[in-house]
Every structure is written in C-alpha cells, then in structure tokens.
C-alpha cells in the first residue's frame, strides 16, 4: 500500500486589499471567527466549521475575480434559499439560485469581489 503524500487542505487563501476591513466583513457577515491573527505579515486566518480554513492574506496588487477562471472556495448550507436572503439582508451581492438534480447553489462575492459560492446538497 503506497502512502500519500497529501492528507486533504488545510486553507483556501483569499487575497484581500485591505486586511482589517475584511477581517470585520467576514466575522460580521459570513460569522467566521478569527483563529489567527498576525498583523505584521497581514494575515487572518478564520475557522469555517471544517477542518479547512480561510486565509485572508493583503495584497497591494490589483485583485483580479474572474468568475469564469479564478478558484474560490465553497460553503455547505443546508439550506440554501435561507442563506441567500440572509446574505441579501446584508447588502451582500449574491446571485440568483442554481439549481440541478444533486445541488442547489449561488454565488456572492466579499468586498474585493473574491467569489464564493453557498451550496446545498440534495439529500
């Protein structure tokens, strides 16, 4: 039996124009709180309810979110239309829902327009 080299993600990094203002954003809107927190090197790093993290990491350059090329993580929900008023209520842009025969999801972007997506499974 060969051993892995890999043993599931620790972090997605979300890169950030301002640390400080997205630390707030994601602990006041998303309710993530903040496990780590270094602000010489400008780096927040949020507990998501998984054994994966979030990393807002700041950036000077100009962030870039094509939704069509760019990597994003994506948040369970067990429901999803609930979620998306929520988000809605405030003042977060969210798309409308999609939906097929296995999940239901949107998209909704932080205030760097980093995307993210809510998905609920179909049980």
Not at 42 to 65: A, F, H
Request: negative net charge; hydrophobic residues 35%.
């Amino acid at each position: 039996m060969e051993k892995k080299i890999l043993h599931g993600i620790d972090t997605v990094i979300v890169r950030v124009s301002e640390i400080n203002k997205s630390k707030e954003w994601y602990q006041e809107t998303l309710g993530l709180a903040s496990i780590w927190d270094d602000p010489n090197i400008k780096v927040v790093v949020l507990d998501t309810g998984s054994s994966t993290s979030l990393t807002l990491w700041q950036t000077e350059k100009k962030i870039d979110n094509d939704k069509e090329t760019v990597s994003y993580p994506i948040f369970r929900t067990f429901d999803v239309d609930t979620a998306r008023q929520e988000l809605l209520g405030k003042a977060v842009r969210v798309s409308e829902v999609t939906e097929d025969n296995a999940v239901k999801y949107f998209l909704f972007y932080d205030p760097d327009g980093n995307v993210m997506e809510a998905c609920q499974v179909r049980e």
